[in-house]
């Protein structure tokens, strides 16, 4: 007992296309929607650490090839994004540096911190046997300049 459909001409051909055709047209909107979402949020995600750079008209170093250590003004000293205190710093940069070619370190200080407590972080930068020491500031306001 075997049950035979038969389909004519025309629901063949409208069952076969409806099948095959994908509207890319909603999927195209929402790529577009998250690249445009992510070149506007990509330059913000730079610096994690807010910190008030000083201003100097020379440009910063750039700072990819070296370790970036940053200041706070609440005396806070982050290497990369991990907060370490003062008394182990000397000792966390003598690891990170540890069999490396090169030893440098770039500076994001905040414009203000007290003096005293940046020359004693420098001179332990120092002490860790760091040979470069950059400092990272920001370009003077067209408006500042003089």
């Not at 063949?12 to 690249?35: C, F, H, Q, Y």
């Not at 370490?84 to 370190?105: A, P, S, W």
């Not at 990272?136 to 500042?144: H, K, S």
């Amino acid at each position: 007992m075997a049950l035979k459909i038969q389909l004519t001409g025309s629901s063949k051909s409208r069952l076969g296309t409806s099948l095959a055709e994908i509207n890319v047209t909603p999927l195209v909107d929402v790529m577009l929607v998250l690249l445009i979402i992510f070149m506007v949020t990509a330059p913000m995600m730079q610096s994690g650490i807010g910190v008030n750079l000083p201003q100097a008209e020379t440009e910063s170093a750039p700072a990819e090839s070296g370790l970036i250590l940053t200041i706070t003004k609440d005396k806070l000293i982050y290497l990369g994004d991990t907060v370490i205190n003062i008394n182990l710093l000397e000792r966390k940069l003598q690891e990170y540096f540890y069999g490396r070619d090169k030893k440098i370190v770039f500076i994001k200080a905040d414009r203000d911190i007290a003096y005293g407590f940046f020359i004693e972080a420098l001179d332990i930068i120092k002490k860790a046997g760091i040979e470069t020491v950059g400092l990272i500031t920001e370009p003077i306001e067209p408006a500042r300049k003089k």
